[in-house]
């Protein structure tokens, strides 16, 4: 069975700052992930998503993730944060023969100024 | 109006009423979902619907029962709930469930109290 498990349920971080959110997944067999984001009110919107091929991942809003499969492990990255990049996070994984995308428990990112 | 739409985006009932959750998709999907989302808990997927025809029920209690009329269109039927149900439901569409180009389209939810 897949599950995903997010480390750490907030971050809080001062803006300007890089953040690191943490996902590792268990699967036994290959899975596409993706990284999700809730703003405050809203439904989840895609941020970026890994099928193939390379490993590092570039979304939107400047946000990009990488791959590392001996670590199962696809950690989401931003160099700098806004104070907009407040909202939660939410890390998912489906496996390439599935139809049901398994979520994490979420992250939630508070951006101080 | 594009994308998903979820009316009401507020609901509070008692348990002996019953209500309905409405989705709509704007985005010509065939794969609709319920999510029941709870505070410090994954996203718990509910129900399945891939061309109007259900495939998956994730043990869900039979007091939510889903509908789904057509491709664009999906209701979740409430009634007799318990305040454990209490949580953001939330609607999404996809191209189909079994793509790799799956990525899903929520909508904005609908938060629901139980008294």
């Known amino acids: 069975a897949q599950s995903v498990t997010q480390l750490d349920s907030q971050v809080p971080v001062f803006e300007e700052a890089p953040v690191e959110l943490r996902c590792n997944y268990s699967?036994?067999?290959?899975?596409?992930l993706f990284w999700y984001v809730q703003y405050p009110n809203q439904g989840l919107q895609l941020l970026l998503k890994?099928?193939?091929?390379?490993?590092l991942v570039k979304g939107i809003n400047g946000f990009e993730a990488e791959f590392n499969k001996s670590q199962t492990s696809f950690h989401l990255r931003k160099p700098s944060v806004h104070i907009s990049d407040t909202a939660e996070y939410f890390c998912?994984?489906?496996?390439?023969?599935?139809?049901?995308?398994?979520f994490g428990a979420g992250t939630r990112l508070f951006v101080k100024a | 109006e594009t994308g998903v739409t979820q009316t009401p985006r507020h609901l509070v009932m008692g348990m002996t009423n019953k209500k309905s959750l409405k989705c709509e998709q704007h985005?010509?999907?065939?794969?609709m979902y319920w999510y029941k989302q709870s505070a410090k808990k994954p996203l718990e997927l509910m129900f399945v619907?891939?061309?109007?025809?259900?495939?998956e029920n994730n043990s869900v209690p039979s007091r939510f029962s889903p509908e789904c009329p057509n491709s664009s269109h999906l209701f979740l039927h409430l009634h007799t709930l318990q305040p454990e149900d209490s949580a953001l439901y939330l609607c999404?569409?996809?191209?189909?469930?079994?793509?790799?180009?799956?990525?899903?389209?929520f909508g904005p939810g609908t938060r629901l109290l139980v008294l």
């Open positions: 999404a569409s996809s191209q189909t469930p079994r793509t790799v180009q799956e990525t899903q389209y």
């Open positions: 699967s036994s067999v290959s899975v596409y």
């Open positions: 890994y099928l193939s091929g390379s490993t």
């Open positions: 998912a994984v489906l496996n390439t023969g599935g139809f049901k995308t398994i």
């Open positions: 985005l010509g999907h065939n794969a």
């Open positions: 619907y891939n061309f109007k025809e259900q495939t």
